[in-house]
């Protein structure tokens, strides 16, 4: 039985967790928000399934799903992120361009692979902004990336006054490298330890291109082909109007992504990508008609992990200390031995 000194050290170690975690979260969205012009918004947590609106992802992951007495049978699933409802949602409230909105996303990934930094529940930030046709290009896609870079960078500073043991390590800006450099960079490499190397020398990149096949026939990474543009040229020999934001994270001393984003597809990147990835078929699907039609406005989007920044940003070694979910029983001895509380 613990002693009352016990329980109360407990308590405040509890509580003095959670108020950092929301300090920080509110802190940043609060940023994010202001950089991009973005009004939050409520989300759902299901879909009906069979529509083209939830995301792949990856393009393998399976939604978590169920059928529903109410709806007359017909299958809901669990969202695995809002990139597609997010445009159908600026689309049909007609926001115009340079606006935005921006939702706590809730989702469950009965796929993922657990780790330090996965987790079956997934927290992000999912925001989508509308843009003007003529911004497809670089450019405006670096504009973007490094308006969210300074809202993290501020975040961090923010931290730092709150508790002055942890000081600011990002670097002032962010490093822009395409993917295909990267590979060239390090053709003998697998993609996590290129990003290693990238993140070592310059502590915050933004991968451009992740999704298409590179020279050694691999992509950097796998992406859906229905929401980021991943195979338009922008410059010779260099695809792709998306990627990731990756930092050098020295607690885990290794590379760690904050943000996956991108501009999304137009008609025409859409029936390519599609081409691409053999899944033609969902052309007839809602979302993907009514893109097709011209029906949806030209967005930026992405997600960023709530729980993935909070614990960077405070310094931590396990999302579990950041985020309530369920862990295997080697990850509870790891946490005990390491004197590491999971919520």
Do not use: C
Not at 167 to 176: A, D
């Amino acid at each position: 039985m613990k002693t009352l000194l016990e329980s109360k050290s407990l308590q405040q170690e509890f509580l003095a967790a959670e108020d950092a975690l929301w300090s920080v979260k509110g802190y940043f969205v609060d940023r994010l928000r202001k950089s991009l012009n973005l009004t939050r918004v409520t989300a759902p947590m299901l879909v009906e399934a069979g529509t083209g609106i939830n995301d792949d992802l990856n393009g393998i992951e399976r939604p978590l799903g169920f059928s529903t007495k109410a709806l007359e049978g017909r299958r809901v699933e669990v969202v695995q992120s809002l990139a597609k409802w997010k445009r159908l949602k600026l689309a049909d409230a007609g926001i115009e361009p340079g606006r935005g909105i921006v939702t706590d996303m809730r989702a469950i990934r009965p796929d993922e692979v657990l780790s330090h930094i996965h987790s079956l529940y997934v927290d992000q930030w999912d925001w989508e902004m509308v843009m003007e046709p003529q911004q497809r290009n670089l450019e405006f896609l670096q504009l973007i990336v490094t308006r969210l870079y300074v809202a993290i960078r501020d975040t961090e500073h923010y931290v730092s006054t709150l508790y002055p043991e942890i000081r600011p390590i990002l670097p002032t800006s962010i490093k822009f490298i395409h993917a295909e450099d990267l590979q060239a960079q390090f053709p003998y490499l697998s993609p996590r330890e290129r990003e290693t190397e990238a993140t070592k020398e310059h502590g915050a990149v933004f991968i451009i291109g992740i999704g298409g096949k590179l020279a050694d026939g691999e992509p950097h990474d796998g992406r859906a082909p229905d929401y980021d543009d991943w195979s338009t040229e922008t410059l010779p020999g260099k695809h792709g109007l998306n990627g990731d934001i990756v930092v050098w994270n020295p607690v885990l001393q290794s590379a760690y992504e904050f943000s996956s984003m991108g501009i999304r597809v137009d008609a025409e990147s859409l029936v390519r990508q599609l081409s691409i990835a053999d899944a033609e078929q969902r052309m007839g699907l809602y979302f993907h008609s009514r893109l097709l039609k011209g029906e949806l406005p030209q967005t930026i989007g992405g997600g960023i992990g709530q729980s993935r920044l909070a614990m960077f940003l405070l310094r931590k070694s396990h999302i579990g200390e950041v985020q309530a979910s369920v862990w295997p029983e080697e990850a509870k001895t790891w946490s005990l031995t390491h004197g590491i509380t999971l919520l």
